[in-house]
């Protein structure tokens, strides 16, 4: 169901027809269920060394949703460690071509060779009505990376 602008013209003493009504109900039920995708990692991703920002799974880190138009809530969390070295590693998220961080992303982190908790939630603001796809990406200073399975990455609008 998609969000229909209100009816804002009522006349006092005007009946309410059945489809003001309907147009109610569907506005609740899209205020009660928005927009949301969500990838649950079921196995280890395994991505190599990439300089510049890189999409980290472009078949399956790689989320659509059609807004309303407002503000969205981007999130990951989940464990990641290094391929072989320590390596400085940096995730952000395109946005239709758009990257949302500035050099380091939006999350900066050293992995090592033991297990590293991975997590932030990004607010996008006054984000166009439409159809968006949600990219998460990576760079890293060295070597590449492991995100294990369990790792979830989602946006839903707010």
Not at 35 to 51: F, G, S
Not at 126 to 143: E, I, M, V, W
Request: glycine share 10%; charged share 20%.
């Amino acid at each position: 169901m998609a969000w229909t602008t209100p009816k804002t013209d009522w006349e006092t003493g005007a009946l309410i027809a059945a489809s003001d009504m309907n147009e109610v109900g569907e506005n609740l039920a899209t205020l009660k269920n928005p927009a949301t995708a969500v990838y649950t990692t079921t196995e280890e991703i395994t991505v190599l060394h990439a300089p510049e920002f890189t999409d980290v799974d472009g078949d399956n880190l790689n989320l659509s949703i059609t807004t309303a138009g407002g503000d969205v809530l981007v999130h990951l969390h989940g464990t990641g460690r290094r391929r072989s070295g320590d390596t400085d590693c940096d995730f952000d998220i395109d946005v239709d071509g758009n990257r949302q961080g500035g050099d380091k992303g939006i999350l900066s982190t050293r992995l090592y060779s033991y297990y590293h908790d991975l997590s932030f939630t990004h607010l996008i603001q006054n984000l166009s009505a439409g159809n968006h796809t949600f990219k998460l990406q990576y760079k890293t200073q060295r070597d590449g990376i492991r995100l294990l399975g369990g790792a979830q990455f989602w946006v839903r609008e707010i």
